[in-house]
């Protein structure tokens, strides 16, 4: 009886769960498709990332560790065209998130692929977890997924890629005792990537739910998992639930996601063909705003050009309030070289300090700033032929200060500038003849004295410089000179 009720339960599973997602074997080429996993220090995130590096995907595996058993093999998959970035990542904290898509260069070269992997398990039954145990399992768990998800939303939705989160065979339970907080945060989990799924859909992105189950020994399911995860970021057609554990109760669940999942995709125009792309929003779509569409702007159209918009407006701000610091006065100052320096002092601050030089720059990210200062330079050079724009941007600290190394790989990699260490203590003068040395270099040589005497003291410990060089013509020229007298005053005049 049991056998025919698993041959039964089969053919349910096949003809309602695998007939609307049938395309198993056609896979996405890695291409070199940026994906990001969290929790690679062991388990599965390690063997989806080892798995993932061998399809051709260029993995950035978030370790909370980098000292990790996972970190150290990970770091030494460098074979094949794209080796694995192994980044430390704790998904608990804002400032970590922020600094591995900066080292990870995701803002720069974008990102395909998301698996919220990260997660913490205490067993115990719920009267004797302390409040800190049930807080960690939550703050990893649930708030982790949120958070990385959505710092990364932005370049999935553009990308139009996948975001895979991991739940557990328990969350579908009717009761686990002993794991109540775990089930709680896991089940959070799968109702967020429900409504997130929605919410990708009408462009063309998608979110999945991998279930995987226990026995691991005995069902191989580290292996299977990592099969699973590697479908629902390869495969042309997504399933919305994976449960990677054995016997019936696992397919019946697989057949009751599937159902939801065709009803709920229906008023979406979801059919399954040609895969992501072929989504359809039309403007009878129920998930269209009144706004429009949110995808990212194209260039060309309106908002493209946002950053240059950014950075000309607190340029505005920042001369109209050196102004009213000093209204008698002549103003001289550069706006594009504080906006670079305040970037690179963003690295190395906190996040009450980062939170308001990004408000005060005007919401311009850290690790965009200096690329966009870039692309303004090389505008500038190219539309104006007839002008010369030299930047030099270095961050001088005093060699009695420690620095992390993640600091200085920051600055290098972010910002494209190393770190100049400098003994102001003993000889201010001769750290000021230094640095006038590189910005005269920095420059051609057009600006020797960007330091003068007294600007540097033995007290100095770290001067941020930014020293720009502009030599252009006017449009309108002036008139040519003449001859004529000139007036001193009322009375005296001079030729």
Same mark, same amino acid.
């Given at each position: ?10 053919? *349910?599973?096949?003809?309602?769960? #695998?007939? %609307? *997602?049938?395309?198993?074997?056609? &896979? ?83 990102? #395909? ?14 009267? #004797? !977890? ?7 399992? !939550? ?21 139009? @890629? ?13 009761? +686990? ?33 991998? &279930? ?36 019936? #109760? ?7 996601? *599937?159902? %939801? ?17 072929? +989504? ?17 702007? =194209? ?15 607190? @340029? ?31 690295? @190395? ?29 090389? !505008? ?24 992390? %190394? ?7 990699? =972010? ?38 005497? @007294? ?8 001067? !941020? ?28 005049? *001079?030729?």
């Amino acid at each position: 009886m049991r056998r025919i009720l698993a041959l039964l339960t089969r053919l *349910v599973s096949f003809f309602f769960g #695998w007939l %609307p *997602v049938y395309g198993r074997r056609e &896979r996405l080429a890695g291409d070199g498709k940026r994906v990001l996993v969290s929790g690679c220090d062991s388990g599965i995130g390690l063997r989806l990332a080892q798995r993932l590096h061998e399809a051709g995907y260029r993995v950035l595996a978030g370790c909370l560790s980098t000292d990790s058993d996972g970190a150290r093999q990970l770091s030494k998959l460098r074979d094949g065209e794209y080796p694995v970035r192994v980044l430390q990542l704790d998904v608990t904290s804002d400032r970590s998130v922020h600094r591995a898509l900066i080292l990870g260069q995701v803002h720069d070269e974008g990102l #395909w692929g998301l698996v919220n992997n990260a997660g913490v398990c205490v067993l115990g039954e719920f009267e #004797w !977890m302390t409040p800190e145990q049930v807080e960690r399992t !939550m703050a990893v768990n649930l708030l982790g997924t949120l958070r990385l998800t959505k710092s990364c939303l932005p370049f999935i939705r553009r990308s139009k @890629g996948r975001v895979v989160s991991l739940s557990t065979v328990v969350a579908a339970a009717p009761a +686990m005792p002993c794991m109540s907080t775990y089930c709680v945060s896991k089940t959070a989990v799968e109702s967020f990537s429900r409504c997130l799924r929605l919410e990708l859909a009408r462009h063309g992105a998608h979110a999945s739910v991998v &279930r995987p189950g226990d026995l691991a020994k005995h069902t191989g399911i580290m292996k299977r998992q990592a099969d699973d995860n590697k479908h629902a970021l390869g495969s042309r057609r997504p399933r919305a639930l994976y449960v990677s554990d054995s016997g019936l #109760w696992p397919l019946f669940l697989r057949t009751l996601s *599937v159902l %939801p999942t065709a009803f709920s995709d229906a008023p979406l125009g979801h059919r399954h063909r040609g895969g992501p792309e072929a +989504m359809t929003t039309g403007s009878a779509s129920p998930l269209r705003t009144p706004l429009g569409s949110a995808s990212p702007a =194209t260039p060309g159209t309106p908002g493209s050009g946002r950053p240059f918009c950014t950075l000309t407006n607190f @340029g505005l701000k920042l001369v109209a309030h050196a102004l009213n610091e000093a209204p008698d006065s002549n103003v001289c100052l550069s706006p594009f070289g504080v906006a670079v320096a305040l970037g690179m002092a963003i690295v @190395g601050s906190g996040d009450a300090t980062t939170a308001q030089v990004v408000h005060a720059v005007g919401a311009i990210d850290s690790n965009n700033l200096y690329r966009t200062c870039e692309k303004i330079l090389s !505008m500038l050079n190219s539309s104006m032929p007839n002008t010369k724009v030299s930047l030099g941007s270095r961050l001088f600290v005093s060699e009695d200060i420690p620095l992390l %190394p993640e600091f200085k790989e920051t600055l290098a990699e =972010t910002f494209s500038v190393d770190l100049g260490r400098i003994n102001f203590k003993d000889n201010p003068q001769a750290a000021a003849q230094e640095i006038n040395a590189w910005a005269a270099k920095a420059t051609d040589g057009n600006l020797t004295h960007l330091l003068r005497d @007294g600007d540097v003291s033995e007290r100095t410990r770290i001067l !941020m410089v930014s020293a720009i060089y502009f030599r252009g013509i006017f449009s309108e020229p002036f008139c040519g000179p003449v001859k004529a007298p000139f007036h001193i005053n009322a009375k005296e005049t *001079v030729r």
